[in-house]
């Protein structure tokens, strides 16, 4: 519950103004079968010029590992409260991470995109592991991801 207002909260500040509505997205993130601990990750919005919006989900509990998240945390300072009530444990490996959030209809195909950095433990961090446009087109299509990301997809 507290995840889909943390997004709606998110889409209606990003939103242009006027009668905003939402809907309801299922991100769903499959991790390769790397070999290495749970992976950290940071699911979050970026506008038309790569700047920061704000952040849907981080996978991962300890702030002491949001370092790695670097794209993240360079863009964010590392705040907890860019991720207050929207979190959950990190994923393990082979494993796969689905969420549903609201999100609004004026993030789509208005050039925003939905990135994700990863970072396991003694492994090598993942900045931008998956960079995909917020489009209708893209909805239900597999992104690959770079390093411990197989697929992502949202619909």
Known sequence: MKSTLSALALSAAIAIPGAVSAKPVTLT???????????YLAIYVTDTSGAYKGTLWMAGSK????KHLTDWFRATGGDPAQISGITGASVGAGR????????SDALFDAGYELRIDASAEDMRDSPLDVVVPLTSANS???????????SFTFQ
């Open 29 to 39: 993130t499959e991790l390769k079968n790397y070999g290495g601990d749970g992976a």
């Open 140 to 150: 239900g299509k597999p992104a690959r991801g770079r390093r411990y990301v197989n």
């Open 63 to 66: 702030s002491k590992y949001y």
């Open 96 to 103: 796969t991470l689905k969420i549903t959030l609201d999100l």
